[in-house]
C-alpha cells in the first residue's frame, strides 16, 4: 500500500501529460514544417527501416552520430512507440514525452528535493508539479523537438555530482560516469556544447563547497580539479572516437558567420528567454534567490549560485553565435527553473498550520496549470497578467484552410507528370516542407526544397530551373530579409516581371492563404537569357561580393541558362552547391541539355555507379552547331575529361545516353 502511494505521484504524472499532449495535438492541421517536422520525418522512416533492415538502421544511426550536426539518436529510442494504434504525429509526441519528458520532471523533482530534503512529500509533489506544467519544457516538445533529451543528462549530470564527494580521493568510477553524463547531451545535441562547458567550470566549484572542510582546502580542491580532469578527458575521448567528422567541420565551421541571418540583438536574446518562462518569472528568479540567501542554507545557497552562473555563462556562450529557439532555451529555463522551485518551497516552508500549507500548494498548483492551459490553449485571463505570462504555443493550424488544400490539390496535378516545383516563400504561412506535409509527402523529388538562408544554403539553381514556382505576396521570411535574399530576390523578380520573372507568366488561380498573403503559381515558359541571369545574379553581388566568380561562370551559370530535356523514366540533371551536376540518360532516350558555357575549359566526367553489376559504359558526347564534337564512353567507376575551350560563348549541347543498360550509368560532372 505504501509503494502504491508513492508511486501516485509518478501514476498522475503520466496521465496528465498524456491527456493534455494528445488533446494538443487533436486540435492541430496538417501544416507541419521545418523543425517542427523533421524529427518526426526522420522518427517514421528509422522506424520503417529498424523493422525492415536493422543491420542498415543501425549502419545508418552510427554514420549519423559521426556526420550530422543533428543526429538521429534522440529519436532512436522512441521509435518503438511507432506501433501504437494512434495516428503517426500523435505517435511520436507522445514517444517524446514519455521517454524524455516524464524522467526529466522526475530527475527535476530528485535534484530539487536532494538540496530541501524537509517536508520531502510536500516538496516532491510542488517539484514535479512545476516541472510539469513549465510551459518551456512542453513548447518545443509538442513542436516536435526532441531536445529536452539533453536535460536528463544535466540534470543527472549535477545531482551525480551533487551525491559524490570528489574532494575525498580521486574516484576513476564516478569520474567515467561523470564524464559520459556530461558528454551525452553533446551526442544528442551538438548546442548542448555551450552547456556543457558551462557545467565543467561549475561542477568542480559546486562539490568543493558542498564536501570541502572548513577554512581553504587546498588538498580537496585539487582531487576534485583531478576527479573532472579525468571525465574532461573521457568526454572528449568519446566524441573524438564517436563523432571525429563532425567535430572537425565544427573546429573548421564559423558558426556565427553562416548563422548570422539567426542572430539578433542580445536584448532580443534575453526576451526570447523571457517569452518561454514569461516576464513575472524574472522577479519570482530574483526573489527566490533572495529567500534563498536569508535561509543561511550553505547547500541552498550555493546550489542557487551555481545555477545563476550556468544560466548566465552558458546564455552569454550561445548567444555569440545565434539567438536562441524555443528549443534551445531549455537548459536555461531549467536553471531558473529549480531555483524558482527552491524559493517556492521556501514560502511554503514558513507556514506552520500544515492545512493552510496544502491549501496554498493546491492554490499554486491550480495556478500553474492556469498558466500551462493559457499558454497551449489560449485560456483567457486578465490583458494585464497576459503579458506576465509566457508566450503561446498553440496547436498549429492556419486560416483559409481549404485553399491550402486548394493549393496542394493543383500543385500535385500539375506535377503528375514528373515536372519539378519549388516554393520561394519562408515563413510559418507558406513554405516548401509545408506543402510537403500537406501532400503527405507524395511530391517526392518533384518538390525542389529551395535555398533559405543566404551564407548557409546560397542560390538552389534546380529550384530556379523548376518548371513551377510558387510564390507569397507579400514576400514571406522568417528572419532578416537581409539574410534570406535568396527568397526575397527571385521572389521579388517574379512578381514584379523583371530579370529571371521574364521567363514566367503566372497562372490565374489566386490562393487566400492565412495571415492576408495571397499565394499564385508560375510556370517557366522558356530559359533564362545571359541578360536576365547577368541582372539578377547581380543583385546579389553587394551584399556578397564572395558570390562573384562563383556564379557568374562556370556550370552554376551554364546551368541556369540551360534548357533540360531530361531522358524518359531515369533521365536526371541537377547541380548541388559545389558545382557538381549529377546527371543519368534516359532509359530509351538520351538527356540533352543546350546551354553555353563561360570560364569552362573542360568538363570531368565521373562514372558513380560502381555498386551495380553491369560492366557498362556511359556515352557522353558535347559540341555546337558546325563546330567538331567531343565524344567519349565513360567506363563504369571510371573518368574522362572533354576538351570544351572551344565552345566558350557559344551555345552547345551535350547528350547522357545509355549504351547496353541505363542500370549503371549516373554521372558527376564538373567544370574545370
Known sequence: MKALKRAMPLFLLIVYTMAVACYFISKEQNIYFWDYNGYWRYWQSLSQLIYQAPLDALNGILSSVRHDDYNVIPITITTIFNALPFGSRMSYIISLFVVYVIPTVYLF??????????????????????????????????????????????????????????????KIRQAIILGI??????????????????????????????????????????????????????????????????????????????????????????????????????????????????????????????????????????????????????????????????????????????????????????????????????????????????????????????????LRDDVLRLSGDGSKVAVLSSSNTLNDDMLSTLTDRKMGERLVFTSQIDLRDGINFNAL??????????????????????ITLPASALLEGKNIGKAFRRLDREYKLSDNVSAWIYEKKRPFTQQELDEFLNLFYPSYPEWKGRYDSGVFYAFLSAQIKKGDIWGEFTVDGNGIIYAHPGENTPTTVLWTLHGVNHLKIKSISTACNTDDTILVEVGGDDLPSEKAEVPKGGEVILDVSYLQGKPSVLSIRKNKSSGCDAINIEGE
Open 181 to 406: 553524463l556530461l558528454w551525452a547531451p553533446f551526442l544528442l545535441r551538438r548546442w548542448y556544447a555551450y552547456t556543457v562547458v558551462s557545467l565543467y567550470f561549475s561542477l568542480p566549484i559546486l562539490n568543493y563547497f558542498l564536501y570541502k572542510n572548513r577554512g581553504i582546502d587546498v588538498e580537496s580542491a585539487k582531487r576534485i580539479i583531478f576527479n573532472f580532469f579525468i571525465s574532461g578527458v573521457l568526454s572528449c575521448i568519446f566524441a573524438l572516437i564517436l563523432q571525429w567528422p563532425l567535430l572537425l567541420r565544427i573546429i573548421s565551421t564559423d558558426y556565427a558567420y553562416i548563422y548570422s541571418a539567426y542572430q539578433f540583438p542580445f536584448i532580443a536574446s534575453f526576451h526570447s528567454l523571457i517569452n518561454s518562462v514569461g516576464r513575472m518569472f524574472l522577479p519570482l528568479f530574483i526573489a527566490s534567490i533572495a529567500l534563498i540567501f536569508f535561509s543561511k542554507s550553505k547547500e541552498k545557497i550555493v546550489f542557487a549560485l551555481f545555477c545563476t552562473f550556468n544560466l548566465l555563462f552558458s546564455f552569454f556562450l550561445f548567444t555569440r553565435t545565434q539567438s536562441p529557439g524555443i528549443q534551445h532555451n531549455l537548459p536555461f529555463a531549467l536553471w531558473m527553473l529549480l531555483v524558482v522551485a527552491q524559493g517556492i518551497s521556501l514560502l511554503l516552508g514558513m507556514i506552520k498550520s500544515k492545512g493552510i500549507k496544502y491549501a496554498c500548494l493546491g492554490v499554486t498548483l491550480l495556478f500553474a496549470c492556469l498558466i500551462q492551459q493559457h499558454s497551449l490553449f489560449g485560456l483567457k485571463t486578465p490583458d494585464g497578467l497576459n503579458a506576465c505570462l509566457p508566450a503561446q504555443t498553440l496547436p498549429l493550424r492556419v486560416q483559409n484552410y481549404p485553399e491550402y488544400l486548394a
Open 109 to 170: 523533482a530528485l535534484l530539487s528535493t536532494y538540496f530541501n530534503p524537509q517536508d520531502k512529500k510536500l516538496n516532491t509533489v510542488l517539484y514535479m508539479a512545476l516541472a510539469a506544467t513549465f510551459t518551456a519544457f512542453w513548447a518545443p516538445t509538442l513542436r516536435g523537438y526532441p531536445d529536452i533529451c539533453g536535460l536528463i543528462f544535466v540534470i543527472a549530470a549535477v545531482l551525480y555530482c551533487a551525491k559524490t564527494n570528489l574532494a575525498e580521493r580521486v
Open 465 to 486: 530551373n523548376a518548371r513551377y514556382l510558387i510564390v507569397a505576396n507579400p514576400i514571406q521570411t522568417h528572419v532578416r530579409p537581409e539574410g534570406q535574399r535568396v
